[in-house]
C-alpha cells in the first residue's frame, strides 16, 4: 500500500483489474515526472489500445467477451500467434490476399 488513505482489505486481489492496478500503483509516479518535464496526461490517449481490444475481443471471441470453451491453450495464445503472423506478412511483403484462377479445361482458355 503506497497511500495514507488506503483502506486495507477494501478490495480483494482477484477483484483488481489491470487499470485500477495502473491507476493507484504507476500513474502517480508518472504524473509526477509528467509535470516535472512541463507535459500533462492530456497529450496521451488510450484510444488505439482501446480500439485494438475491441478488433481482438470481435476476431477471437465472436463479439463478446466471454471466454470459455475446451481449448488446451488461452485465448492469448491464438491472439499473440495472429498478431506474429500479421508482423510476419508485413515484414517479408506477403499479400494478405490471393486471387484464386479457374482453367476451363473445355476450351483451355484461363479464367478469373
Keep these: ?15 483488481v483489474t489491470p487499470y485500477m492496478h495502473m491507476l493507484t500503483m504507476h500513474v502517480p509516479y508518472f504524473m509526477r515526472r509528467l509535470k516535472e518535464k512541463g507535459l ?29 470453451g475446451k481449448k488446451k491453450l488461452p485465448v492469448v495464445y491464438d491472439i499473440l500467434v495472429f498478431e506474429n503472423r500479421q508482423i510476419f506478412y508485413l515484414i517479408n511483403n506477403i499479400p494478405n490476399e490471393i486471387t484464386c484462377r479457374n482453367i476451363n479445361i473445355y476450351n483451355g482458355e484461363n479464367t478469373i
Design 1 to 15: 500500500m503506497n497511500s495514507a488513505t488506503a483502506i486495507p482489505g477494501l478490495y480483494r486481489k482477484d477483484d
Design 40 to 68: 500533462s496526461l492530456r497529450l496521451f490517449s488510450t484510444s488505439s489500445v482501446e480500439k485494438k481490444n475491441h478488433d481482438q475481443v470481435r476476431l477471437f471471441f465472436g463479439g463478446t467477451t466471454m471466454g470459455g
